[in-house]
């Protein structure tokens, strides 16, 4: 149970509607996030992450519930603090910089007294966050003349010049190539670490998801499904769409009897009170495939992702399994093969 004096951001059962959709975009979420912890809002597109994300900065009125930051009540319904006065930093997917300004400029401007003078003090800060962000050298370079990975490091260090009690970051590495991408999640997380700041990340991307967070909030259909930590949420998930959404896995129909639940994999262990019928959660990684001719399935198809094979399986029963393993002589498409199990924790969901 967290310290009430560590919570940084307290929702309580906050709801958000649009007069053109039938039902609530935001439904009942509630949660809260400790100071220094990184927390990902993680879903499907059109699930509600970024409509609450605007909420919690100030760009969308409640119509229920209520957000408390930093102890300060900044929105219930009937009542909106201005997103200028909550304290909190936003990024976003464009970056959303001035192009005629420097990057030194683009980083004070919310700093700058009224008259735009860059006084002492906040020409210091500049260079503190510059250096925190790793551009120390590059604030005379305007927008143009910088890489993507660059604007978006510099679209942090404006959000976090006025020592905001939150930073907000939505889809902040979206429209960045894949290995830019996959280096930068990582300094980012390192850059909000070294600056103690609270973050709220919000993505579509699990692995994303999984990587940069402390805390991860898996939302479906306007609801908050699951809030958990990276390893909770991928080997506990609490729902059969979290299951599906986050760890992309299998799902096989289980019938329960005294020996357990049996599949046409075999019987596995595990007991759900009053359910008899439910579907077996089975993990990409989790299925060993032998070659054998006699075995229960054969490979229709492969992909070699450099440091594994992802293989589409058709069990005898006509259905389909998709199992990856280590990268290493793939099997070839029409091998007949032997289907096991390695289950790290049998999980079942009732029908």
């Known amino acids: 149970m967290s310290n009430p004096e560590s919570i940084i951001l307290h929702l309580d059962r906050v709801i958000k509607k649009f007069a053109t959709l039938k039902h609530p975009v935001v439904n009942d979420i509630s949660l809260h996030l400790d100071r220094g912890e990184i927390l990902t809002l993680l879903g499907p597109s059109g699930c509600g992450k970024t409509t609450l994300l605007r909420a919690i900065a100030g760009f969308e009125a409640l119509d229920g519930g209520s957000i408390v930051i930093a102890g300060n009540l900044v929105s219930k319904r009937g009542y909106c603090l201005p997103p200028e006065q909550r304290g909190v930093g936003m990024v976003f997917q464009d970056y959303a910089l001035f192009p005629h300004l420097m990057v030194r400029d683009n980083i004070a401007f919310g700093l700058t007294h009224q008259g735009g003078k860059l006084t002492a003090e906040i020409r210091q800060r500049v260079g503190e966050v510059l250096q925190l962000v790793g551009l120390s050298g590059l604030g005379d370079r305007y927008p143009y003349q910088i890489s993507g990975g660059q604007q978006q490091r510099v679209a942090l260090a404006r959000a976090l010049a006025p020592r905001p009690a939150l930073v907000l970051l939505d889809e902040p590495l979206s429209n960045l190539d894949v290995q830019v991408r996959l280096h930068l999640r990582q300094e980012l997380r390192n850059i909000l670490k070294a600056a103690g700041t609270s973050a709220i990340f919000v993505t579509h991307d699990q692995e994303e998801a999984l990587s940069i967070s402390d805390s991860v909030g898996v939302m479906q259909g306007g609801f908050l499904e699951q809030v958990g930590t990276p390893e909770e949420i991928y080997l506990q998930p609490a ?113």
């Open 239 to 351: 729902s059969r769409f979290v299951a599906d959404f986050v760890t992309q896995a299998n799902f096989i129909p289980a019938s329960y009897s005294e020996a357990g639940w049996e599949t046409e994999l075999g019987y596995f262990q595990g007991k759900i009170e009053e359910v008899e019928k439910g579907e077996l959660m089975v993990r990409q990684e989790e299925i060993v495939l032998q070659p054998d001719e006699g075995g229960n399935g054969t490979i229709r198809d492969r992909q070699f992702l450099g440091r594994e094979h992802c293989y589409r399986v058709e069990m005898a029963s006509g259905r389909e399994l998709i199992a990856r393993s280590q990268a290493g002589k793939g099997l070839a498409i029409g091998t007949k093969v032997k289907v096991g199990l390695e289950l790290q924790s049998p999980k079942v969901f009732p029908l």
